[in-house]
Each structure stands twice: as structure tokens, then as C-alpha cells.
């Protein structure tokens, strides 16, 4: 099973540290989103128009008292089934 695959509500991790690119609205340029490693559940998936072939998956990360926030979007190559963890 690969990433793509998965589907609402399923868990995920964040494959490398995910940081506010300037689309969050309300949010900062260059903050830290989540950390590598970090676990959020799948919310929501969809395409971006255009590129309708490229799903994106709304993500809601915890944080380090394990409450969700707000939905990310992230591409497939910024999640992963299984911790992987920075050294």
C-alpha cells in the first residue's frame, strides 16, 4: 500500500518537517507547520486544478499535547505511512 492509496481518516506522518509556504491564510511565510515524524489524520483529499492528476490531502497534524490543528494541504511526497524520524 502506498500513500496515494490511503483514504479519509486514515493515519499519516509527516515525511519531512512541512513548513508554511505563504498559502495558509492567516498564516506566517516560513513558519513550522509539522515536524518530521509527526502524526495527523487525513481529512479530506482532492486535486488542485492545475493539476488534476496531483491529489493533495488535507491533514490535520498534533501538535505536542496531541490536539489536531488546523487542515494542511499536503502533496504525497510530504507524507508517509510510518514515522520517519530526523536525526
Not at 18 to 38: F, K, M, R, V, W
Request: proline residues 5%; contains cysteine; negative net charge.
Amino acid at each position: 500500500m502506498k500513500v496515494e492509496d490511503l483514504d479519509i481518516g486514515d493515519v499519516v506522518y509527516a515525511a519531512k518537517t512541512i513548513i508554511d509556504d505563504g498559502s495558509i491564510p492567516e498564516g506566517a511565510e516560513g513558519e513550522i507547520l509539522a515536524e518530521a515524524g509527526t502524526r495527523g489524520v487525513i481529512t479530506l483529499i482532492g486535486h488542485v486544478e492545475e493539476e488534476p492528476n496531483r491529489s493533495v490531502f488535507l491533514v490535520r497534524f498534533e501538535d505536542k499535547d496531541m490536539n489536531l490543528g488546523n487542515p494542511i494541504g499536503c502533496w504525497v511526497e510530504d507524507l508517509a505511512m510510518e514515522p520517519k524520524w530526523v536525526n
